[in-house]
């Protein structure tokens, strides 16, 4: 396994679409591989291959709702996923790891059903709430060369989105 270099918003890597996976082979899980200890290092709950350079319908998700002691069997491997069913709506900030130091407000679906293939081209679907389901959605617009800045209502820096969070603690207490 090796970290990959995260690319950032302003490449055009990023807003290209991505092929399908074809072959799944010892390159696809070096990529996997690869993509899963990138993502764990950099502290984020989803990373997608553009994001690291690799023009593949390739994703990995962080489900910290699952429930385990093992941090890598919270990882979603997602090969070539699409949306198969999506219902009710949430409101709230969405951040990217191509995107460092800047928050946005989208909205997003509730609950996400997707269905993809693992790493060995079996398919299977997937249910994600809250902030796993934003999560699907945030990544799979990757694949389509599309950033979350893009959706947001309303961006804010890192010091922003901390004074607004504080207010509204404030607000609550
Ligand atoms: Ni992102």
Redesign the pocket.
């Known amino acids: 396994m090796a970290l990959r270099n995260i690319v950032k918003e302003g490449d055009p890597i990023l807003t290209k679409k991505c092929r399908p996976v074809t072959e799944f082979n010892d390159r696809l899980h070096q990529l996997l591989d690869d993509m899963r200890q990138t993502l764990l290092e950099a502290d984020g709950v989803?990373l997608?291959a553009p994001?690291v350079g690799v023009l593949r319908r390739v994703v990995v998700v962080l489900d910290i709702n699952r429930e385990t002691e093992n941090v890598d069997e919270q990882i979603i491997e997602l090969v070539n996923p699409e949306i198969i069913a999506s219902s009710g709506e949430q409101y709230g900030t969405e951040g990217?790891?191509?995107?460092p130091g800047i928050y946005g407000f989208v909205t997003r679906p509730e609950e996400v059903t997707v269905r993809a293939q693992d790493r060995f081209g079996k398919t299977f679907e997937v249910t994600g709430t809250g902030l796993t389901a934003r999560c699907f959605c945030?990544?799979l617009d990757?694949l389509e060369g599309h950033?979350?800045k893009e959706l947001a209502d309303k961006l804010l820096t890192a010091e922003e989105l901390d004074e607004l969070m504080a207010r509204e603690a404030e607000g609550e207490a």
């Open positions: 989803g997608a994001q990217c790891l191509s995107v945030h990544e990757h950033l979350f």
